[in-house]
């Protein structure tokens, strides 16, 4: 049985850093696509990162643009979004998603209907 368990959200200030953690089991997450999204009050389900990403010629287990950074550990089967200087619109609800599959189709995929098995959540606040 797959089953996604994120961890590693809480309650900053601005300018501090988060690590978020998603641990697989049931299967190994070198295979298919995996990505994290998040949710804040009232609005739409949004995707963050994903690996592997849409560039084949890139690395598959990390990808970092600006604030944000994507990894993966295949010997912890753990996905991870690093988040730096916090800003309080990153407040949201992260998730962590995956199509399990031989091959990644769908790579750097940010929607939704892209993956269909989730974690539950874990909650970032940061304020001011």
């Known amino acids: 049985q797959v089953q996604l368990v994120e961890s590693g959200g809480g309650s900053v200030l601005a300018g501090g850093s988060l690590r978020l953690s998603c641990r697989a089991s049931?299967?190994?997450?070198?295979?298919?696509?995996m990505a994290w999204f998040r949710q804040a009050p009232g609005r739409d389900r949004e995707g963050v990162l994903a690996?592997?990403?849409?560039?084949?010629?890139?690395r598959d287990d990390f990808f970092e643009t600006g604030r944000l950074a994507i990894s993966r550990d295949n010997a912890e089967n753990t996905l991870y979004l690093q988040i730096n200087s916090l800003v309080p619109e990153d407040t949201a609800m992260y998730y962590c998603?995956?199509?399990?599959?031989?091959?990644?189709?769908?790579?750097?995929?940010?929607?939704?209907?892209?993956?269909?098995?989730w974690g539950q959540g874990t909650q970032v606040s940061v304020s001011s």
């Open positions: 998603a995956a199509w399990p599959a031989q091959y990644c189709r769908k790579r750097g995929s940010l929607a939704v209907d892209d993956y269909y098995i």
């Open positions: 049931g299967y190994n997450i070198s295979l298919g696509c």
């Open positions: 690996l592997p990403t849409g560039n084949l010629h890139t």
